[in-house]
């Protein structure tokens, strides 16, 4: 009985710590560094391949592809494809799976298609968070292209200027990644190593 006790408290009080720092450094956690891309476009900087950037974009065009993800048959991801135009008038795609990214972007649509029907006057400028990367596949590349041609993003007269980047979504950052799933695991291995310890003393 006192044994059991003993663990029990062990347990729960590495969990509570556990929890309490995440708790505190939520702030942190939740948002991360990122390169404000807004600041660099209008300095006239290059584009901070491979950084985790932020920026808004301005109108939000539609989803002009997508891929399954299978594993053993069964979709293990939905990725979802979308042309965006900056404040800066560049366009670049984005990438998103998630439930709550995909509901941003298709308000961003929405709002984008109510505003040049002039249904509304004005919208908010859509966040985006991600990782930039340079668009390889060339498959995608063809659908982008294609579709910015159908919008007429690529004729002579146009203001948008097309470019091969992508905000990925989907990307996980490293440092959630050790917080969230390491501090768990290391709350765990602390706890069998107690319980190790507290056995070895007893039986001796």
């Known amino acids: 009985m006192g044994f059991r006790f003993i663990l029990g408290f062990v347990i729960v009080a590495l969990i509570a710590v556990g929890f309490n720092f995440i708790h505190q450094h939520s702030s942190f956690l939740s948002k991360g560094e990122t390169v404000n891309m807004d600041d660099l476009l209008k300095a006239k900087e290059d584009f901070p391949v491979g950084e985790f950037v932020h920026v808004d974009a301005a109108f939000v065009m539609d989803c002009f592809a997508s891929e ?12 979802s494809y979308y042309l965006v135009i900056l404040k800066s008038r560049y366009a670049v795609a984005v990438k998103a799976a998630s439930v709550d990214d995909i509901a941003v972007l298709e308000k961003g649509l929405q709002d984008t298609l109510d505003y040049m029907d002039e249904k509304i006057d004005t919208f908010d400028d859509v966040p985006l968070e991600g990782k930039l990367v340079e668009m390889t ?3 995608l590349i063809r659908y982008y292209d294609e579709y910015s041609d159908e919008c007429g993003f690529n ?7 097309v470019e091969h980047y992508m905000i990925d979504m989907t990307e996980i950052r490293t440092d959630k990644f050790l917080i ?15 319980i190790v310890v507290i ?5 001796s």
């Open 199 to 203: 056995r070895k003393k007893k039986k």
């Open 137 to 139: 596949d060339s498959e």
């Open 68 to 79: 399954e993800s299978k594993i053993n048959g069964i979709t293990s991801q939905m990725d």
């Open 155 to 161: 004729d002579a007269d146009s203001q948008i200027k």
């Open 180 to 194: 969230y799933i390491g501090l768990p695991v290391a709350v765990l291995a602390v706890a069998a190593i107690v």
